[in-house]
T-cell receptor
């Protein structure tokens, strides 16, 4: 069966520090992968999606970037974190049934 | 106007009651409709999905889609305290992207 791993679960970082969040999917090949951010009381905001290795589409211009170095690995990065980058970050993959996405456990990021 | 509107609640019901949740949307191209359950500080968990209009039932959960009214619903029968969570609706036009409602927070009182 397919599983998605996301880490770390919680992260506290100072303003101006770099960021790297990792997401891996097991049990499938060439999945579509997604990064979302969820603010309190608001819906999920799509940040990036990828349909293959090295293929990244950005939905919202901001202080973040994404990379897909391997088929089942998706990384969210920042060179210098801002206070506004705080939030709950979720990785998702699209299953065999297209347009249906499954989420990881999320990373709660606090930038202080 | 948001593409997907969902009443954030909160909604509080006694154990055993029927929980009724709904979303409205504006994009007539949406074809895929999903409901996710999200417990506090956890990732969303897919509950049900439907394609196009109609009803779908899975145990205590029933999802309904009315494309003519651009309205979807989720019903939870015989609600339990373990159903206390935030419920998110989501929909897609088939273009890799999901549009989400803001989520409705539900509390089932024992």
């Amino acid at each position: 069966s397919q599983t998605i791993h996301q880490w770390p679960a919680t992260l506290v970082q100072p303003v101006g520090s770099p960021l790297s969040l990792e997401c891996t999917v097991e049990g499938t090949s060439n999945p579509n992968l997604y990064w979302y951010r969820q603010a309190a009381g608001r819906g999920l905001q799509l940040l990036f999606y990828s349909v293959g290795i090295g293929q990244i589409s950005s939905e919202v211009p901001q202080n973040l970037s994404a990379s897909r170095p391997q088929d089942r690995q998706f990384i969210l990065s920042s060179k210098k974190l801002l206070l506004s980058d705080s939030g709950f970050y979720l990785c998702a993959w699209e299953g065999d049934t297209k347009n249906i996405q499954y989420f990881g456990a999320g990373t709660r990021l606090s930038v202080l | 106007q948001k593409e997907v509107e969902q009443d954030p609640g909160p909604l509080s019901v006694p154990e055993g009651a029927i929980v009724s949740l709904n979303c409205t949307y504006s994009n007539s191209a949406f074809q895929y409709f999903m409901w996710y359950r999200q417990y506090s500080r956890k990732g969303p968990e897919l509950l049900m999905y439907t394609y196009s209009s109609g009803n779908k039932e899975d145990g205590r959960f029933t999802a309904q889609v009315d494309k003519s009214s651009k309205y979807i619903s989720l019903f939870i029968r015989d609600s339990q305290p373990s159903d206390s969570a935030t419920y998110l609706c989501a929909m897609s036009a088939g273009d890799y992207k999901l549009s989400f409602g803001a989520g409705t927070t539900v509390t089932v009182r024992a």
